[in-house]
């Protein structure tokens, strides 16, 4: 093998080297990237959102665009006694909307209507905690509730109470691990 034949044999795999680098970084930086701005991955923390999400799931949440609507399950950071990281629960009623909980019928009524919630874990129950029954939600702001209303801390606790948008996360989209439960996270 003559001289230049080595060179750029030696060359050769660290330009190679330089490329996989060069792509690894650039894949790494676009995952960020994405994750930050676009979306986000969460785990499910608890039980309060059975059946619909297990704990341990781990959701992929629409962030950018994003504005909350009744029915969507989205992801909230605000802090209060009963959470300490991000909360996963159901919009009940957006801004502007009149809330009435009754709890002995075991409805949800939004705007004199009451909920139809085929997702729920059984009849709710009256919470141990100080409990709300009548909200108007104010403009920016959302209800929440989880869907497993007996083990959900949720709006109707009055430290809670109707959450300010800014503080949601985002949608949770899919729920992409563990793949037992791999599907739309509804």
């Known amino acids: 093998m003559s001289a230049e034949q080595r060179q750029r044999s030696s060359g050769g795999w660290k330009e190679t ?107 709710m129950g009256i919470p141990c905690y100080e409990h709300l029954t009548s909200v108007d939600v104010p403009q920016g702001s959302i209800f929440v509730m989880g869907d497993n209303r007996d083990e959900s801390s949720d709006s109707r606790n009055a430290t809670l109470g109707a959450v300010d948008e800014r503080y949601v996360l985002g949608r949770a989209v899919w729920v992409v691990f563990p793949f037992r439960n791999f599907g739309p996270a509804e």
Do not use: C
């Open 17 to 123: 080297l330089y490329f996989w680098l060069g792509t690894a970084a650039a894949v790494l930086t676009a995952l960020i990237l994405l994750f930050t701005f676009v979306g986000r991955v969460i785990v499910v923390d608890g039980i309060s959102m059975l059946p619909t999400l297990e704990h341990g799931d781990l959701l992929l949440l629409q962030s950018v665009g994003y504005t909350p609507r009744q029915g969507d399950v989205v992801v909230l950071t605000k802090e209060f006694e009963d959470a300490d990281g991000p909360i996963v629960k159901r919009v009940i009623a957006t801004g502007g909307q009149h809330v009435e909980i009754d709890y002995a019928a075991g409805t949800v009524a939004v705007d004199g209507r009451i909920l139809d919630e085929p997702y729920l874990n059984g009849r």
